[in-house]
């Protein structure tokens, strides 16, 4: 180090003092270290001891036994527990009157239940219905065929509530059972004792004119537009009037537009009789389905439902709401946010005919049967109206497609007369599982045009069949376009 001008002595001072100050700053550096070093180790104690007492992040959740018992129980709908409760009911009450105590359904043995259901079906009886002088009836009162069956499904429900291994509908311990049950329905079929299945009335073409006339009140009716969205979602997505409206909410659709015009369609699935989206379930298609506007201004379904949504209370959650009594035809708002009861449904298509004048009972059910009606006569294929009205298989919709109108009723009978006269020859109809009626033309001694030399084609664009013999089978009061006909001997 060069000190410059500064003396020996100086100097010697100076590196005294420099050599005192690298020592002091040592040490003050090895302190700092320490202390520092002491509050890592202190640092990584607590982190330590923090990690210790909060318990590390589950990835799965934890399920108690009540919350596994609550959901084995949803997997019924509330109709199908109170329809159990009903079919074990009326058996209790079978034991009780006949042994003289209840039947230990947790512990009975399958062959001991077996014989007492044997039994049971032979001497169920419901409840003697009194007449309006509150006497009662002298006619034989028996259980319709379907209520049987429907109290062995329930007592067979009840048995898989219970978690017993039983099927009293399949298992071989309950074939001697079910063979009485059947040979009881075919005996009362030859004594003239068993009662026809009442089907869901189809509603007639009249009644629906009439319907249609009165709904096109809709834009000047709080109650009127109501019933009116309420009507139309109920054709369009083949509904039966009640637990789909039930689920529907204010957002629940969304609008569209393509080159036909507007549609609305579903956004999220909904529970119904024949979707309750478990197991065993096929997807629901309802948000495939769409309701298209039509060009009647006054009473366009897409319209409609829009301004329902527009007039009701930005607070309300669902779609059908209690409305203003006191609210004017030009308002903002005519529906509160205060939704309708499920039950309110049930009542919407009676007050609709009561209200047009319509005399016949017609239930929302009778207005869902009416659709698959005139989808099935209007020729679509089966897995076609399956996709709107959610059936699982065809044999299910054969119910409603053995239903006949009025219109095709009188038909029916006037073919009948007409044979019964020998008025006239009839006309072949053929009728597929799949289409409704159709006609078939009648090849039977029919006059076919000249005959066409072998192998010769004849390609034509049109043919005129004014031109043919007018009697000469399908060729009559027909037309043909971009076809080719090959005729050989």
């Given at each position: 180090m060069d000190y410059g001008c500064f003396t020996v002595e100086e100097i010697d001072l100076l590196e005294f003092t420099f050599s005192e100050d690298d020592k002091l700053l040592q040490t003050i550096n090895l302190d700092v270290f320490a202390e520092?070093?002491?509050?890592?180790?202190?640092?990584?104690?607590?982190?330590?001891?923090?990690?210790?007492?909060?318990?590390?992040?589950?990835?799965?959740?934890?399920?108690?036994?009540?919350?596994?018992?609550?959901?084995?129980?949803?997997?019924?709908?509330?109709?199908?527990?109170?329809?159990?409760?009903?079919?074990?009911?009326?058996?209790?009450?079978?034991?009780?009157?006949?042994?003289?105590?209840?039947?230990?359904?947790?512990?009975?043995?399958?062959?001991?239940?077996?014989?007492?259901?044997?039994?049971?079906?032979?001497?169920?009886?419901?409840?003697?219905?009194?007449?309006?002088?509150?006497?009662?009836?002298?006619?034989?009162?028996?259980?319709?065929?379907?209520?049987?069956?429907?109290?062995?499904?329930?007592?067979?429900?009840?048995?898989?509530?219970?978690?017993?291994?039983?099927?009293?509908?399949?298992?071989?311990?309950?074939?001697?059972?079910?063979?009485?049950?059947?040979?009881?329905?075919k005996e009362r079929t030859r004594q003239g004792l068993s009662k026809p299945t009442k089907h869901k009335a189809i509603i007639d073409e009249a009644d629906l004119r009439k319907i249609y006339s009165y709904l096109q009140g809709a834009k000047t009716s709080p109650i009127i537009l109501r019933q009116a969205v309420w009507y139309f979602l109920a054709v369009h997505f083949v509904s039966r009037g009640m637990e789909f409206h039930h689920q529907l909410q204010r957002n629940s659709f969304e609008f569209h537009e393509d080159e036909s015009g507007k549609y609305a369609t579903l956004k999220h699935d909904t529970l119904q009789k024949t979707f309750q989206g478990g197991l065993t379930s096929n997807d629901d298609q309802s948000t495939e389905k769409r309701m298209h506007a039509t060009n009647d201004p006054s009473c366009c379904p897409v319209e409609l439902l829009t301004?329902?949504?527009?007039?009701?209370?930005?607070?309300?959650?669902?779609?059908?709401?209690?409305?203003?009594?006191?609210?004017?035809?030009?308002?903002?708002?005519?529906?509160?946010?205060?939704?309708?009861?499920?039950?309110?449904?049930?009542?919407?298509?009676?007050?609709?005919?009561?209200?047009?004048?319509?005399?016949?009972?017609?239930?929302?059910?009778?207005?869902?049967?009416?659709?698959?009606?005139?989808?099935?006569?209007?020729?679509?294929?089966?897995?076609?109206?399956?996709?709107?009205?959610?059936?699982?298989?065809?044999?299910?919709?054969?119910?409603?497609?053995?239903?006949?109108?009025?219109?095709?009723?009188?038909?029916?009978?006037?073919?009948?007369?007409?044979?019964?006269?020998a008025s006239r020859s009839p006309t072949p109809r053929v009728q597929n599982e799949n289409t409704a009626l159709l006609p078939i033309p009648v090849l039977a001694n029919v006059n076919m045009p000249p005959p066409i030399p072998q192998n010769i084609e004849l390609t034509s664009n049109v043919v005129n069949t004014q031109e043919i013999n007018p009697n000469a089978g399908f060729f009559n009061n027909s037309s043909f376009s971009n076809c080719t006909f090959n005729f050989t001997k």
């Open positions: 520092n070093t002491a509050l890592s180790s202190e640092n990584v104690s607590i982190e330590m001891a923090k990690n210790e007492t909060e318990p590390p992040k589950k990835r799965f959740e934890t399920t108690s036994n009540a919350e596994m018992e609550k959901l084995f129980e949803a997997r019924q709908a509330p109709n199908t527990k109170r329809n159990t409760s009903w079919g074990s009911k009326i058996f209790q009450e079978w034991n009780l009157e006949t042994n003289g105590c209840l039947m230990d359904m947790e512990t009975v043995e399958p062959l001991v239940l077996a014989n007492s259901l044997g039994r049971f079906y032979c001497e169920a009886r419901p409840q003697p219905k009194k007449s309006q002088s509150h006497e009662y009836t002298e006619e034989p009162h028996l259980y319709h065929k379907n209520s049987l069956i429907n109290i062995r499904a329930a007592i067979n429900r009840h048995l898989a509530d219970l978690r017993r291994d039983i099927d009293i509908v399949n298992d071989k311990e309950f074939k001697t059972s079910n063979g009485i049950l059947d040979g009881l329905f301004l329902l949504i527009e007039k009701t209370d930005k607070n309300a959650s669902f779609l059908f709401n209690q409305y203003f009594r006191d609210s004017a035809i030009d308002a903002d708002k005519w529906f509160a946010a205060k939704p309708l009861s499920k039950r309110t449904f049930a009542s919407f298509l009676g007050e609709i005919c009561t209200a047009v004048g319509v005399q016949k009972k017609y239930t929302p059910h009778c207005l869902r049967a009416t659709a698959i009606t005139y989808l099935n006569d209007s020729g679509f294929e089966a897995r076609h109206i399956m996709f709107m009205s959610n059936h699982k298989n065809e044999s299910s919709l054969r119910y409603y497609n053995r239903s006949v109108s009025s219109n095709q009723k009188k038909s029916l009978s006037k073919t009948l007369s007409s044979m019964a006269s």
